[in-house]
């Protein structure tokens, strides 16, 4: 298979909404919707919703976006994630598929230490290795899949210590040595200028904007000087003044709007589709707030296409150890590695926490109702040095697990509900109190 499939006019995406259950009531009824894009973790091939169903049926493209893949971690992508996502491209006769670049859970046998999830999308540092390693797992993906990819930039609350590049050299090696396409996020660039003072300006002027596939618009809100990349806010001027930047430079074949958490009226969605419209009929930038960045020496072309690795690619166990302390850090309470803004890494931390509370509310929403107001709290405690071991359902669990071990909710009927939520999930009878004092005891052990 070619690693530089091309896209040509008769994929010109159009105006998109991202599609999600809580508003594909509104989203069938927006005018002018030419495409949405689904979670491709949400879609069942062999069951789709009857919703999107419709949507196909008028002719509106379907684009599955995944989010689980981790192209930017140092291992490989995990073959039934790939063939999971190219089933979904084939029942949804979709025209691409789309990722991110970005790691989502590390550790692990190339580390020999357990394996973390991230439960979100994390930055990749660039540098050499990163992008040698990326290549790779980039090519593996479009060898596996159906039809072209692109891949997505993402929002960072951190900078790596000694990156070898900016984000759009970064992303311009990419796409020349893969041939893969690109999801520009608007946003994103946003939220990078915020966070990282890097410039949008700069970052499109170094992009092969002709790679582009489509642009992801969003909202988000500024809290403290940092930038929250939150899908639940509107489009703030500023997003908008970088989108027009971009169309200043080129005609993106498809724009989307994405929202994934409180959700407004569809009035509210339609005029925030409508200002996008209106930034793209007007190809003159509107001016971007902030300085620029400095260019810095992009990587050598003198290095070529990254070879094929082994298991033992030092490039890989680089990468491996250096994510694997950081997403420690994150998750697991260990001390920041050396490098990293101690006071960024709080932010980003608990960032990671609240966001797993507020999805384990939702695949779990007994949780909250069971320990009132006292869930939040609860779960953050829990969370502040316990990684998830498998996925949200399992957190929900193992958080239901610990409470109980340490006989809490203190409210005997809480407990006895809770208790019984527990059982008929795991499939057990709650451990016993010999056994949680005995396990108390021993992370008390383990601890000093």
């Known amino acids: 298979m070619s690693h530089a499939p091309q896209l040509g006019n008769a994929h010109r995406l159009g105006i ?13 009824a927006l005018p002018g919707i030419d495409w949405v894009e689904a979670v491709a973790e949400n879609v069942c091939p062999d069951h789709l919703p009857d919703s999107l169903v419709r949507l196909r049926a008028r002719g509106v493209t379907v684009v599955p ?15 039934k994630r790939l063939t999971d996502l190219a089933e979904r491209a ?18 692990g046998p190339l580390t020999a230490s357990p394996a973390l999830e991230a439960g979100h999308l994390l930055p990749v540092p660039r540098t050499k290795d990163a992008l040698r390693v990326l290549c790779e797992n980039v090519r593996i993906a479009q060898d596996c899949l159906p039809v072209p990819l692109a891949v997505e930039n993402i929002a960072a609350l951190i900078n790596w210590p000694d990156e070898e590049m900016t984000e759009g050299q970064f992303l311009a090696e990419l796409v020349e040595r893969t041939g893969v396409r690109l999801l520009i996020d608007v946003a994103n660039l946003h939220t ?23 642009v992801h618009v969003a909202g988000g809100i500024e809290r403290d000087g940092v930038w929250h990349d939150t899908h ?30 409180n959700f407004p009226p569809p009035a509210e969605l339609s005029a925030e589709l409508t200002a996008i419209r209106e930034t793209l009929r007007t190809p003159g930038p509107r001016p971007v707030r902030g300085t620029s960045v400095a260019p810095e020496s992009g990587p050598s072309r003198q290095d070529g296409p990254a070879a094929p690795t082994t298991t033992t690619d030092p490039a890989r166990q680089r990468l491996a150890l250096a994510q694997a302390s950081l997403l420690s850090a994150l998750v697991a ?11 960024r890494l709080g932010v980003q931390s608990r960032a990671l926490g609240a966001k797993r509370a507020e999805v384990v509310a939702k695949v779990a929403p007994e949780l909250p109702r069971i320990l009132g107001g006292g869930y939040r709290a609860a779960f953050l405690a829990y969370a502040k ?34 208790t019984q939520w527990w059982r008929d999930r795991a499939g057990a009878r709650p451990p016993s109190r010999a056994v949680r004092i005995a396990r108390v005891a021993r992370a008390v052990l383990v601890g000093r």
């Open 385 to 418: 040095s316990r990684p998830m071991r498998g996925g949200y359902r399992r957190d929900a669990l193992d958080f239901a697990e610990h409470l109980l071990i340490g006989d809490l909710p203190e409210d005997p009927a809480a407990r006895r509900e809770l």
């Open 16 to 28: 998109g909404i991202g599609w999600r259950p809580e508003i594909a009531e509104a989203v069938e």
């Open 90 to 107: 084939e029942a949804l006769g979709s025209p691409l598929v789309t990722e991110h670049i970005a790691f989502v859970r590390a550790g």
């Open 333 to 343: 309470g260990t001390p920041a590695p050396e490098g990293f803004d101690s006071r």
């Open 232 to 261: 639940a806010h509107p489009v703030s001027e500023p997003v908008l003044a970088v989108l027009a930047e971009l169309r200043s430079r080129v005609s993106p074949p498809g724009v989307l709007l994405e929202r994934d958490d």
């Open 192 to 214: 990078n200028h915020v966070n990282r003072g890097e410039d949008p300006a700069t970052a499109l002027d170094q992009l092969p904007v002709e790679a582009i596939a489509y």
């Open 65 to 79: 976006h995944g989010v689980s893949l981790g192209l930017g971690g140092a291992g490989r992508p995990d073959t």
